[in-house]
């Protein structure tokens, strides 16, 4: 299996460098408070408001089960109301009430 990312000298990064890269990332853009699982939540959820299926976010997130990609989508209270307008706006809607 390829490595995603590797080091200046070739070898795949273990666990404690993208901590502390993640870290210092973080300090250099004056955050803090995250961690680097939150990164997941930031791609799942990314994927999905861009309009990806969500069997594709399932696979590029490595999840064998869908209840694990539901589980990192953040999803805001505004998106929620805006998929809910889409309901009155589809061609479904337009056909009922013909």
Not at 44 to 65: D, I, K, N
Not at 74 to 86: G, K, Y
């Amino acid at each position: 299996m390829a490595s995603v990312a590797v080091t200046a000298f070739g070898r795949p990064w273990g666990e404690s460098g993208l901590n502390q890269t993640f870290k210092r990332a973080q300090q250099r853009a004056g955050r803090s408070g995250l961690c680097f699982h939150d990164l997941r939540h930031f791609f799942v959820t990314e994927l999905f408001r861009r309009g990806v299926s969500a069997p594709a976010v399932q696979r590029l997130a490595g999840h064998a089960e869908m209840s694990t990609t539901q589980r990192y989508a953040d999803m805001t209270a505004n998106e929620l109301r805006a998929a809910i307008v889409l309901l009155g706006n589809g061609p479904a809607h337009s056909q009922m009430s013909s």
